[in-house]
Structures are given as C-alpha cells and as structure tokens.
C-alpha cells in the first residue's frame, strides 16, 4: 500500500513539476515583449502590435499591448488599444482584433519554444470578448480577451472541479 501511495505521489509531483515549467516558460516568453524590447541580435521584438509600425520618433505612436493570466489549463491573452472613430465604423474591428490576438498567441508559442527548446500548443477555447469605451470624438479604447487551452496540462483542473472534488471526498470521509 505504501509503494502505491508513493509511487502516486511521485507522478503528481512529476506533473506538477512539467506544469510549473509550462507556466513559467510562457510567462517568462510574455515578459520578453514589453515595449522597446529587444532580441538576442539587438533588434526590436516584433509581436505583430500596431505599436511597432513606422519610425519610434517621427511618427505618431499607437498605444496598444497585451497581457496574459492563467486560469487552471486556461491562458486568457488580454488586449487593449487606442483606436480611431473612423475604423470601428468600418466593420473589420472585430476580424482585426481577432487576428491581433492570434499573432500575440502564435509569438507566445515562437518565444516559448526559443526559451525551453520545447513547443506548446495553445487551443482557442472561447470567442473573442471585446468592449469598446469612447473616448473623445477622434479615439476609442477596445479591450478584448480570448481564452486558450494549454496542451499538456492534463493534471491541472478549474477551480469549480477541485471544489466539487474536494467536496464529494470531505462527505466520504464523513461517511466513515
């Protein structure tokens, strides 16, 4: 009995380990991409942002950037940006946020397997949920969030599984 329990201990720390170098190695690839950052050979990172676009002096600057959170297997990616008046009129904004968040999902996976040597897979798991604030009557603020399933975090559950888990082996230990 005790070889069964250790030897289930053992693999739960074995995939605790995998899971906390999946999350380190994405989060350590999302850091990497802060404005102004640059790569191993002294140029600009580039993301796919509209930031990066025309010259860092000269030109008119486009605030817009990305973050990420985890959420059990979930990476959620959050995007915000100015934008003009005149091209939320245009109907492609959501195809266009859209796409801005699959260009920053498919660099997180560029820049993970740079950093670990190992590759990941993210997964649409949900719509893209954008909100849009008014501004003033040139600009506006879009923020927008999707969800993406991580391959390989097969052990790892949402927060309303390990609850319902946990309550379902409270009651049977009470049973006894």
């Given at each position: 009995?005790a070889?069964?329990?250790?030897?289930?201990?053992?693999?739960?720390?074995?995939?605790?380990?995998?899971?906390?170098?999946?999350?380190?190695?994405?989060?350590?690839?999302?850091?990497?991409?802060?404005?102004?950052a640059?790569?191993?050979?002294?140029?600009?990172?580039?993301?796919?942002?509209?930031?990066?676009?025309?010259?860092?002096?000269?030109?008119?600057?486009?605030?817009?950037?990305?973050s990420?959170?985890?959420?059990?297997?979930?990476?959620?990616?959050?995007?915000?940006?100015?934008?003009?008046?005149?091209?939320?009129?245009?109907?492609?904004?959501?195809?266009?946020?859209?796409?801005?968040?699959?260009?920053?999902?498919?660099?997180?996976?560029?820049?993970?397997?740079?950093?670990?040597?190992?590759?990941?897979?993210?997964?649409?798991?949900?719509?893209?949920n954008?909100?849009?604030?008014?501004?003033?009557?040139?600009?506006?603020?879009?923020?927008?969030?999707?969800?993406?399933?991580?391959?390989?975090?097969?052990?790892?559950?949402?927060?309303?599984?390990?609850?319902?888990?946990?309550?379902?082996?409270?009651?049977?230990?009470?049973?006894?």
């Amino acid at each position: 009995m005790a070889t069964r329990i250790t030897t289930r201990l053992i693999e739960d720390l074995t995939r605790m380990a995998t899971t906390l170098e999946i999350i380190r190695g994405l989060a350590q690839a999302a850091a990497n991409t802060y404005d102004g950052a640059l790569d191993d050979k002294g140029e600009p990172v580039k993301i796919g942002l509209k930031r990066e676009e025309g010259h860092p002096i000269h030109d008119k600057r486009v605030i817009d950037g990305f973050s990420v959170s985890f959420a059990g297997p979930e990476l959620c990616i959050k995007y915000h940006s100015q934008i003009d008046i005149k091209k939320v009129n245009g109907g492609k904004l959501e195809s266009e946020i859209e796409q801005m968040i699959a260009d920053v999902a498919a660099f997180l996976k560029k820049e993970y397997k740079r950093i670990t040597g190992k590759s990941v897979s993210l997964t649409r798991s949900s719509d893209v949920n954008a909100h849009m604030e008014y501004m003033n009557r040139v600009r506006c603020w879009v923020t927008a969030s999707q969800n993406f399933t991580i391959g390989g975090l097969g052990g790892v559950t949402n927060l309303e599984e390990s609850e319902n888990r946990l309550d379902a082996s409270i009651r049977s230990f009470l049973k006894r």
